[in-house]
């Protein structure tokens, strides 16, 4: 059963827009963390959020986290053709375990 | 890139035989994670330890075996490989529980 689930399953825009990626989750949380997967690769992490936090930048990234409506978002800002990739959530529920949406394929072309 | 090797990266077999991955290490993490990925249903967690000798069942645990006799390896084992254990592997790893996990590049496993 998966905590985390991502909206939408897939995403195509140009270069120079922003990508607006969403998960919600089903109980309460510890964390949320993002992680970015290119084809053939293995997942990267990108960003963690508390759940006492509503919002953190990394970079081009803005997450944020609302804990009452149990839901997150990734945006990325100014997104290039390398952010090509495949974004996932997860959440941290205190079991010792990460549980993972089942994703976002992001395509950026040129 | 955190120092993960999964071995081997590629791998077929048929039906019936039994399989080992093998995942190492060169962090000291005390928490190591095997998942399968597959389309549509995203990462799924196998089994997962917290310590050499400490393992747990993950949500799809049937079929599958690990061990941890040392800090560095975690092996997954499956004893009697079946067509529906074709998929991507991934070992992660991560120094406590609620901290990021780091991924290898994954085992693709195909079994016929």
């Known amino acids: 059963s998966q905590q985390g689930e991502e909206d939408p399953q897939a995403l195509s825009i140009q270069e120079g827009e922003n990508a607006t990626m969403n998960c919600s989750y089903k109980?309460?949380?510890?964390?949320l963390q993002w992680y970015r997967q290119n084809s053939g690769r293995g997942l990267v992490h990108l960003i963690l959020?508390?759940?006492?936090?509503r919002e953190k930048h990394s970079g081009r990234l803005r997450v944020t986290l609302d804990t009452s409506k149990k839901s997150s978002s990734l945006l990325i800002t100014a997104s290039r053709a390398a952010d090509t990739a495949s974004y996932f959530c997860?959440?941290?529920?205190?079991?010792?375990?990460?549980?993972f949406g089942t994703g976002t394929r992001l395509q950026v072309f040129p | 890139d955190a120092g993960i090797t999964q071995s081997p990266r590629h791998k077929v077999t048929e039906t019936g035989t039994p399989v080992t991955l093998r995942c190492h290490q060169t962090?000291?993490?005390?928490?190591m994670y095997w998942y399968r990925q597959d389309p549509g249903h995203g990462l799924r967690l196998i089994h997962y330890?917290?310590?050499?000798?400490?393992?747990d069942k993950g949500e799809v645990s049937d079929g599958y075996s690990v061990s941890r006799s040392k800090t560095e390896d975690f092996l997954l084992t499956l004893e009697s490989a079946t067509s529906s254990q074709t998929s991507v592997y991934f070992c992660?790893?991560?120094?406590?529980?609620?901290?990021?996990?780091?991924f290898g590049d994954g085992t693709r496993l195909s079994i016929l």
């Open positions: 992660a790893i991560s120094s406590t529980a609620s901290q990021p996990q780091h």
């Open positions: 109980t309460s949380i510890n964390n």
């Open positions: 959020i508390r759940s006492n936090e």
């Open positions: 997860a959440t941290d529920d205190n079991t010792d375990k990460l549980i």
């Open positions: 962090e000291n993490h005390r928490y």
């Open positions: 330890s917290y310590g050499v000798k400490d393992t």
